[in-house]
């Protein structure tokens, strides 16, 4: 869901489908897809379709203003645990002997 949501906020901060999907690196229909998924997920309109592009819609609004903190969240959560991940492969790299690898990939 949280990437349907992204998706959702970079349909909005460009006003446009075919920007966002340029943006994300993936096609149009697909990102339609995602937002008629996230629509019916949360089971209401999130976006006004004009021809001058496309606008959040009440809930749309309410939406964003509500998952905004769960996404920043989740970014810093992911970026402290990626974080966390590079420092015990350094450990590891410099505490564990290499030769003990080789041994044990030797012996299976």
């Known amino acids: 869901m949280i990437d349907r949501i992204r998706a959702l906020l970079t349909v909005i901060e460009e006003g446009s489908v075919n920007r966002a ?5 993936i096609t149009q229909p697909a990102l339609s897809r995602q937002m008629q998924a996230l629509e019916n997920e949360i089971g209401g309109k999130l976006l006004e379709r004009e021809s001058s592009g496309v606008k959040p819609t009440g809930l749309g609004h309410a939406l964003v203003r509500s998952m905004m903190p769960l996404v920043e969240n989740y ?3 992911m970026a402290e645990l990626r974080r ?7 450990r590891n790299r410099f505490s564990h002997p290499h ?4 041994a044990k990939r030797s012996l299976i």
């Open 75 to 77: 970014d810093g959560a």
């Open 84 to 90: 966390q991940v590079i420092l015990l492969r350094q």
């Open 99 to 102: 030769w003990l690898d080789f």
């Open 21 to 25: 999907a340029v943006r994300l690196r």
